[in-house]
């Protein structure tokens, strides 16, 4: 066991500050120190990773993993997490570095390890790994899905090298306000709210077109909004024992069918979990708009923030 030093005892606090309480950092932190599956997760990463003994020996696989996990779920850019550890105790305490012995991961690390998950295709990988965690706690994918997308914008500036927007992204319109980026496509389960599927699209691909790859085949009931409507023969196509329970549109040559309205709204109390989701990547984490150029990058980072997402919505069953 290595002996603590000064500048970890100050970040344990060890009895100095004792009018110190915890703050909603320390107990998020905490609560994801508890409850994140390291060993599982680590052990996905750990055939890419690079091992001792060619050249300069690398950081510990862990240590990286949850430094990029702090980037994803405080916002952060590869330099901004490497100053945010070095200003904040309680990030360091959670990465596990001991500034008296060590340096804090820079960010041209951080960004090679990124890298290495982007080229390797790893956030599927991670997203799945999570999947099957929860599965095995008990949190079993149901015969309900929820299916919904949402946009996430990208810069349509021009004032960049390239003189050019970025190629892989695309505008689209939602009622009067024009949208340029792109669509997270996500098929959520209508018990546990817990993400099962996902696709990342260009921003006019229209919500329907991915909904195959949304659905687990053994749906009984499929939720959607009223994007989904009519869309029979492409929900059959992978589930064919689900029946629709999209909301229809209730507007007819100008009269509102009111009996529809109710129905929507029923339909409506269950789909809404679908958004608990979206609040946690897009609100909670940030992830309204893209960080990187082109849809890959982007994806990779969609499906680990789905992924936290999930575990950070299952936290109390988790931690029981």
Known sequence: MKQQTLAMAADHNAGFEQYRRPTRRDVFLATMEEIVPWQELCSVIEPYYPKAGNGRPPIGLERMVRMYFVQHWFNLADEACEEALLDSTALRRFVGIDLGRERVPDGTTLLKFRRKLEDKDLGKALFAKVGEVLQAKGMKVGTGTIVDATIIAAPSSTKNAEK??????????????????????????????????AVVTPANVHDKHPLPELLHGNEQRMYGDSAYASQKVLMHSKAPHAKDFTNQRTRKAGVVDEVERGKNRNKSRIRARVEHVFAVVKRLWGFSKVRYRGLAKNATRAFVALGLANIYLARTRLAA
């Open 164 to 197: 050019a927007r970025d190629p892989e992204m695309h505008q689209t319109r939602k009622g009067q306000q024009w949208y340029f980026g792109m669509k997270l496509h996500i098929g959520v389960d209508s018990q546990t709210g817990l993400t099962h599927s």
